[in-house]
């Protein structure tokens, strides 16, 4: 079955520096996005992304996130200056492949573990 | 906005007896809700979907959620737990953005123990 594949697994960062999550969705699927999970805390929506844009963000993803489909199977997720609080597990999720108004699950990677110092 | 409770942040079952995993949602419309399941250290996998089309819904590793609207509720269960069926277990309600376009909104996570 085809999967949602995260790289780096883990990551470790300083304080300020910028660091960019990977993720290959399912290869035939349209819609994108990106959620994360603080320790202890709930899934929380950060961007969903499609036709090369983005169709809604969160409050979270603020001017120091940005997402990319750079090259037709990648779609990553970028934070400029990264903070302690941005430590987390960031979920890639990918949807479709029909363009249709009704509900096709999302299908999640196994997650990035991002650890700020 | 949607959103959805879990009415337990840890169940305990012993191998072999049923398990009931609480949901309540909120919502304006006629919601779409769905079950996602975490094991450790793995990424949110589904296990069931509403979708309007039945108010029982079977899932994978004999899971199923009833959707009751007079109650607002969409609880999980399971006839017979099993050793594997420990993990965190996820309520969501999905809005609908566009066409097929949808964002996700999580429920706290029940933690299901087996116990043998």
């Known amino acids: 079955e085809p999967e949602v594949t995260q790289t780096p697994s883990h990551q470790v960062t300083q304080m300020g520096q910028e660091v960019i999550l990977r993720c290959v969705p399912i290869?035939?699927?349209?819609?994108f996005y990106w959620y994360r999970q603080i320790l202890g805390q709930k899934v929380e929506f950060l961007v969903s992304f499609y036709n090369n844009e983005i169709s809604e963000k969160s409050e979270i993803f603020d001017d120091q996130f940005s997402v990319e489909r750079p090259d037709g199977s990648n779609f990553t997720l970028k934070i400029r200056s990264t903070k302690l609080e941005d430590s987390a597990m960031y979920f890639c999720?990918?949807?479709?492949?029909?363009?249709?108004?009704?509900?096709?699950?999302?299908?999640f990677g196994d997650g990035t573990r991002l650890s700020i110092l | 906005a949607q959103s959805v409770t879990q009415l337990d942040s840890h169940v305990s079952v012993s191998e072999g007896t049923p398990v009931l995993l609480r949901c309540n949602y909120s919502s304006s419309y006629s919601p779409s809700l769905f079950w996602y399941v975490q094991h450790p250290n793995k990424g949110l996998q589904l296990l069931l979907k509403?979708?309007?089309?039945?108010?029982l819904v079977k899932g994978i590793n004999g899971f199923e959620a009833e959707f009751k609207k007079s109650e607002t509720s969409f609880h999980l269960t399971k006839p017979s737990a099993h050793m594997s069926d420990a993990a965190e277990y996820f309520c969501?309600?999905?809005?609908?953005?566009?066409?097929?376009?949808?964002?996700?909104?999580f429920g706290t996570g029940t933690r299901l123990t087996i116990i043998p």
């Open positions: 290869s035939n699927h349209l819609y």
């Open positions: 969501v309600v999905s809005d609908q953005i566009g066409f097929g376009n949808e964002k996700l909104t």
């Open positions: 999720a990918s949807s479709g492949p029909e363009k249709k108004y009704s509900n096709q699950p999302q299908h």
């Open positions: 509403y979708t309007s089309a039945a108010t």
